[in-house]
């Protein structure tokens, strides 16, 4: 198995991971989470398609239900990266309503973030908003670290994600 796909991806995160299977054999899948770091955020750690079943809609329906699960969640972003060299997934996404987020570089006119996964890691980071606009902003997180150790975080600054 890729070692993308660790059997514990699966089963750590049923909630917002999916397959299409046929009477016979799966077909796609998607495995993604909620980000813990980010309370707006929702991740699409890999996707795929078996290469037969390619350009059928299989892939949209698959984030289509990842991104009602993150609104679900109350998640207003959907993030997903790619390297430079996957043209087929930098398609997909850019027809998904993904939008590359700032890189410090470029490759072939898109945004690029060089070394992001470690040297020679380059990324393209994609993210789409998938909240309606009527969605406040969501409350920005304040540093622990920021308080000097010397304030406690009121409890009314937790976001209660139950
Ligand atoms: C990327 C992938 C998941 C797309 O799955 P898919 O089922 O073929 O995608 P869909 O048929 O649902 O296509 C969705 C949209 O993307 C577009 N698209 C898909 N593949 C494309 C390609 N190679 N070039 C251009 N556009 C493409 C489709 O035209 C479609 O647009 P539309 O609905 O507006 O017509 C599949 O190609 C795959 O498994 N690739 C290998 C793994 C990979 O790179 N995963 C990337 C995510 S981590």
């Known amino acids: 198995m890729d070692s993308r796909l660790s059997p514990s991806f699966f089963s750590q995160f049923t909630p917002t991971s999916f397959v299409i299977e046929t009477d016979t054999e799966l077909v796609g899948f998607l495995l993604g989470f909620l ?43 959907v993030c997903s990266i790619t390297a430079p060299g996957n043209r087929l997934a930098i398609a997909f996404h850019l027809r998904m309503g993904f939008v590359p987020k700032r890189g410090n570089g470029a490759v072939d006119g898109l945004p690029v973030r060089f070394d992001y996964a470690g040297k020679g890691g380059h990324r393209v980071v994609f993210h789409r908003r998938v909240a309606p606009d009527a969605w406040p902003a969501a409350p920005t997180p304040r540093s622990v670290a920021s308080t000097g150790g010397e304030t406690p975080l009121a409890v009314t600054e937790l976001i209660d994600c139950a």
């Open 35 to 77: 980000s813990q770091t980010r309370e707006d955020e929702a991740y699409v750690r890999f996707a795929g398609v078996h290469p037969d079943f390619r350009r059928l809609g299989l892939g949209r329906r698959l984030y289509e239900r990842f991104f009602a699960a993150a609104r679900m969640h109350e998640r207003a972003w």
